[in-house]
């Protein structure tokens, strides 16, 4: 059967594939370093370059392979079966450097052809102050993922417009050297990521890099009268098609882990009684129901994107808080994965450095992000099923 096409330049689906495997296995030969530096290397970065995943979602009329959802969603998790730090700057970076699509022409084509990567804070912590045809930007943003890198960062800010009647939730997309970085990044998990803080000080950003997410959330469409309309973000639902990596990552990790649980089992005798434990119906029942759960959280991640794709076709019914339960209930099966091959193969995984517990500890800190909190999707999607308004975006 013959190779499917992305979109833009003659890149297939398995180039990309391919590039996303170098990709981690660089990452998973420089772990320690990245623990040790709390961000993944230069070399990782510019193999990302290198490949095209950086720009693997940019629109074809800037010369990317503008790849569809389900393709992302395989380089992900692709890049998580080796390192989950390094999926997740897999995930963010082409994710960011296609927000200009949402920017008018201007903004977007000064941006996308100045070939750098964008980092981004959705989390609306600035102030504006207008300034002419612009604003001045201020405010302290954390967990700032892969800034190290980057020379642009969007940031979290509520505008206030003259022809608006209230504040409206903008991401200007600010220069990486007109703010402060501070590398305040030490965790407990996804190390390798960079997430560090940025402080802005009354930096210049002209409406044209002003990204208002409101509308990009309500329309799902540039600010454009002549826009790509095969373009696949142009279609889907704003913030539950950004929040997509999150579960292929944790997907990615767990089936990892899973490799390593039957590597170790295996050959594994136990002292108490002398029993090989690949032909014991313990070890056995662990690995089968490990496997069905990862079955299951596979089907839900599925569904999500067969929803984010259907979306428009399905008459835009589907709510937030419905991708975002579907999300979180797979990263959780991963989370319980994890927890219990680690748990089930006992005090011969508890040293530090092998890949039990770096996958471990970052599954978990995926599981930590806002947007993938089980308890507070279920909550948010309990509510719409009870026809009440949720307040969650995705």
């Given at each position: 059967?013959?190779?499917?096409?992305?979109?833009?330049?003659?890149?297939?689906?398995?180039?990309?594939?391919?590039?996303?495997?170098?990709?981690?296995?660089?990452?998973?030969?420089?772990?320690?370093?990245?623990?040790?530096?709390?961000?993944?290397?230069?070399?990782?970065?510019?193999?990302?370059?290198?490949?095209?995943?950086?720009?693997?979602?940019?629109?074809?009329?800037?010369?990317?392979?503008?790849?569809?959802?389900?393709?992302?969603?395989?380089?992900?998790?692709?890049?998580?079966?080796?390192?989950?730090?390094?999926?997740?700057?897999?995930?963010?970076?082409?994710?960011?450097?296609?927000?200009?699509?949402?920017?008018?022409?201007?903004?977007?084509?000064?941006?996308?052809?100045?070939?750098?990567?964008?980092?981004?804070?959705?989390?609306?912590?600035?102030?504006?102050?207008?300034?002419?045809?612009?604003?001045?930007?201020?405010?302290?943003?954390?967990?700032?993922?892969?800034?190290?890198?980057?020379?642009?960062?969007?940031?979290?800010?509520?505008?206030?417009?003259?022809?608006?009647?209230?504040?409206?939730?903008?991401?200007?997309?600010?220069?990486?050297?007109?703010?402060?970085?501070?590398?305040?990044?030490?965790?407990?998990?996804?190390?390798?990521?960079?997430?560090?803080?940025?402080?802005?000080?009354?930096?210049?950003?002209?409406?044209?890099?002003?990204?208002?997410?409101?509308?990009?959330?309500?329309?799902?469409?540039?600010?454009?009268?002549?826009?790509?309309?095969?373009?696949?973000?142009?279609?889907?639902?704003?913030?539950?098609?950004?929040?997509?990596?999150?579960?292929?990552?944790?997907?990615?990790?767990?089936?990892?882990?899973?490799?390593?649980?039957?590597?170790?089992?295996?050959?594994?005798?136990?002292?108490?009684?002398?029993?090989?434990?690949?032909?014991?119906?313990?070890?056995?029942?662990?690995?089968?129901?490990?496997?069905?759960?990862?079955?299951?959280?596979?089907?839900?991640?599925?569904?999500?994107?067969?929803?984010?794709?259907?979306?428009?076709?399905?008459?835009?019914?589907?709510?937030?808080?419905?991708?975002?339960?579907?999300?979180?209930?797979?990263?959780?099966?991963?989370?319980?994965?994890a927890v219990r091959s680690l748990l089930v193969l006992g005090g011969g995984a508890l040293y530090k450095g092998g890949?039990?517990?770096?996958?471990?500890?970052?599954?978990?800190?995926?599981?930590?992000?806002?947007?993938?909190?089980?308890?507070?999707?279920?909550?948010?999607?309990?509510?719409?099923?009870?026809?009440?308004?949720?307040?969650?975006?995705?």
């Amino acid at each position: 059967m013959a190779s499917q096409l992305v979109k833009g330049e003659t890149l297939t689906v398995e180039d990309l594939l391919a590039g996303a495997e170098r990709i981690g296995q660089l990452a998973e030969q420089e772990a320690a370093e990245a623990e040790k530096n709390a961000t993944i290397s230069q070399n990782v970065v510019d193999l990302m370059k290198e490949t095209q995943i950086a720009r693997m979602m940019l629109p074809k009329k800037y010369g990317g392979p503008q790849a569809d959802l389900k393709t992302f969603a395989k380089v992900v998790r692709k890049v998580a079966n080796y390192n989950i730090s390094a999926a997740w700057l897999t995930y963010l970076y082409p994710l960011h450097n296609m927000l200009p699509a949402f920017l008018p022409e201007k903004g977007a084509d000064e941006i996308i052809n100045s070939g750098g990567l964008i980092a981004d804070i959705f989390a609306a912590l600035g102030k504006a102050e207008r300034d002419g045809d612009g604003y001045r930007i201020s405010g302290k943003w954390s967990f700032v993922s892969g800034i190290n890198y980057s020379d642009w960062v969007g940031v979290g800010v509520m505008i206030q417009f003259p022809d608006t009647e209230k504040p409206v939730y903008c991401l200007p997309m600010l220069k990486t050297s007109e703010v402060e970085i501070v590398h305040n990044w030490d965790t407990f998990g996804l190390r390798g990521s960079g997430s560090n803080q940025i402080i802005a000080d009354s930096v210049y950003v002209p409406m044209e890099r002003i990204l208002r997410l409101d509308q990009a959330e309500l329309t799902r469409r540039p600010p454009l009268d002549d826009y790509d309309t095969e373009y696949p973000f142009y279609h889907v639902p704003f913030f539950p098609s950004f929040y997509i990596g999150f579960g292929y990552m944790a997907l990615g990790g767990a089936e990892r882990m899973l490799k390593e649980f039957k590597t170790l089992t295996e050959k594994r005798v136990r002292l108490m009684d002398g029993v090989r434990e690949s032909e014991s119906p313990r070890s056995q029942r662990v690995l089968a129901e490990m496997t069905t759960d990862f079955h299951v959280a596979e089907c839900l991640m599925d569904k999500y994107i067969d929803l984010l794709v259907d979306y428009e076709k399905d008459g835009c019914q589907t709510p937030p808080s419905e991708f975002f339960a579907i999300r979180t209930k797979a990263i959780k099966l991963c989370v319980d994965i994890a927890v219990r091959s680690l748990l089930v193969l006992g005090g011969g995984a508890l040293y530090k450095g092998g890949p039990m517990e770096l996958f471990l500890r970052d599954i978990m800190a995926v599981a930590t992000h806002k947007t993938s909190l089980y308890e507070d999707a279920v909550a948010a999607y309990g509510k719409e099923l009870f026809g009440f308004e949720s307040g969650v975006r995705g």
